[in-house]
């Protein structure tokens, strides 16, 4: 938070200096045209240009020391002191050819790697994890990764040439760097809302390399989400009588959506069924504490401002390429354990479309966990059982 204070302190002056610099010179302009210069007038124009360099320059600099000093925090057991084999990096590395950021933290950098994949396609998630999973890192190494248009890997590829198969090639990438770095013959995966069904894709294409996958917040067949979604909302805007909202809906028309305001078109349902889910009394700690994961460690300024860009702007382009993807019909059979947390009151991604997945997929051993007090975020509304049912297949 003090970051954020500082920074929009130092902008503010830039820009009172900037108006103050402009405001001179155009004087000086018309005191020139008019022969009437004032020695005081330049005097008063150094001082401002001083000071709005200096402020540039002061800005400049708070913003690479943040980002040069965002880090994860250290592990501290029971006793304030830090185990001798934990681990807690916040690390940039390099897939096929991207630059992109991870965090890696456990109580025993012997024990099996855990890699949670982000919901979006455009979130961060790696702070939400360390504060709401915190209870896995005494039993996995586990990782979190900015994907390619989030977070601080916001700019490592750009935004238009990211496609399904860049998030697939560097999360194979990640996988493969993860089991030579701490010597697994395999990894497990977790992968929630958006990074469900990239969970499923990265099973389906690299069976070899997962003991087991989880997913959560389950996504299956994405433009028939965006129906189901649409119509729900409308839905419970009639029951509310929210004239304001059915017009909007109304006006937006049926998803899905293309073009350059995907995103704020699909808010309007979304973020509706979003505050729906948080007022549902039967629903645990609802919601994301987004105010607190912004702030966190992890990232720095320009990792802040890009914490909403990826939300924003990766969202827009990528989801409107995932339309025609149907795991009922393209991914049935896989090679890895799958198991389900679902919601039982998640109305952003329909159980009933996770049902019909669950009916027809063929693996070596799958299951359908329901979580009673949940919604879309079972890993979240309920953290601690979701830590114990994952234990329980993942040991």
């Known amino acids: 938070m003090i970051q954020i204070i500082i920074f929009l302190l130092l902008t503010l002056i830039s820009i009172i200096s900037a108006v103050a610099v402009l405001v001179f010179l155009i004087r000086r302009i018309i005191a020139a045209v008019c022969n009437k210069a004032n020695p005081e007038q330049l005097i008063s124009l150094r001082k401002s240009l001083v000071i709005f360099i200096s402020s540039i320059v002061l800005n400049v600099g708070f913003i690479t020391v943040s980002q040069l000093t965002a880090s994860t925090p250290d592990l501290i057991d029971e006793n304030r002191n830090k185990p001798v084999n934990s681990i807690a990096e916040l690390t940039r590395i390099e897939l096929n050819g991207r630059k992109q950021w ?3 933290r456990g109580f025993d950098d012997s024990k099996p790697v855990l890699l949670f994949l982000a919901g979006g396609p455009g979130g961060t998630q790696l702070a939400a994890v360390r504060h709401e999973l915190k209870e896995l ?76 996958f989880i997913g959560t917040g389950q996504m299956v067949a994405f433009a028939e989400t965006e129906v189901i979604d649409y119509k729900k909302a409308m839905e419970i805007a009639g029951e509310r009588n929210d004239t304001a909202l059915i017009e909007k809906l109304k006006a937006n028309g049926l998803p899905p959506y293309y073009g350059s305001d995907v995103t704020w ?28 994961d912004v702030f966190s460690s992890e990232y720095g300024i320009f990792d802040k401002i890009n914490f909403f860009r990826g939300i924003i702007n990766t969202f827009n382009h990528v989801y409107q390429t995932l339309y025609d993807i149907d795991l009922r019909t393209d991914y049935t059979r896989l090679e890895v354990p799958v198991y389900f947390f679902e919601g039982r009151h998640d109305i952003n991604a329909p159980t009933s479309l996770v049902e019909e997945y669950f009916d027809v997929l063929e693996c070596p051993e799958k299951e359908l966990v329901w979580f009673e007090h949940s919604g879309h975020s079972p890993w979240i509304n309920e953290n601690d059982k979701f830590v114990e049912e994952l234990i329980l297949r993942f040991n």
């Not at 699909?266 to 504490?289: D, E, F, H, Q, T």
């Open 102 to 104: 991870i965090s890696i």
């Open 137 to 212: 890192e005494r039993h996995f190494v586990v990782v979190g990764w900015d994907q390619p248009g989030s977070g601080k890997s916001y700019n490592s590829q750009p935004i238009n040439d990211i496609t399904v198969e860049t998030y697939i090639s560097d999360g194979h990438s990640l996988t493969e760097y993860l089991i030579r770095r701490f010597g697994q013959e395999k990894i497990y995966l977790v992968g929630e809302s958006w990074g469900s069904a990239l969970g499923i894709f990265l099973i389906d294409r690299y069976p070899e390399l997962y003991h087991g």
């Open 265 to 292: 078109k699909s808010a309007v349902y979304l973020n509706y069924l979003s505050a729906y889910m948080a007022s549902n009394p039967s629903i645990s700690n609802p919601g994301y504490n987004t105010f607190r």
